[in-house]
């Protein structure tokens, strides 16, 4: 795959929050694949597509969905997921 570059979000990408699309192009064949940067844990474990950023928010639905009290801090380079602070 070649270098990155920004595409525009369609109306479907956007309604699963994915306000960043990235599009690589094969280096080989020339097919441009999109990769909208969802933030909608739903539509994530459905595309089952992402980087540390899209694990950890579903980690997160994971976590509440079994009663544990979790939050996603989502757009944190170095840790996606953060325990939440004690109190
Ligand atoms: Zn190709």
């Known amino acids: 795959m070649g ?3 920004a595409a525009t979000p369609t109306e479907e990408e956007l ?3 994915a306000h960043r699309v990235e599009a690589y192009e094969c280096r ?4 441009t694949t999109r990769f ?3 933030n909608h ?4 474990l ?11 928010n579903c980690f997160t639905l994971c976590c ?13 380079r170095a840790a996606a997921w953060r ?5």
């Open 3 to 5: 270098p990155k570059a």
């Open 15 to 17: 309604r699963y929050g």
């Open 28 to 31: 080989s064949c020339g097919q």
């Open 36 to 38: 909208p940067r969802y």
């Open 41 to 44: 844990p739903g539509k994530l």
């Open 46 to 56: 459905e595309t089952r597509r992402g980087r540390c950023g899209e694990w950890a």
């Open 64 to 76: 509440r969905a079994m009663g544990w009290d979790a939050r996603y801090g989502g757009r944190i």
């Open 83 to 87: 325990a939440p602070p004690r109190s």
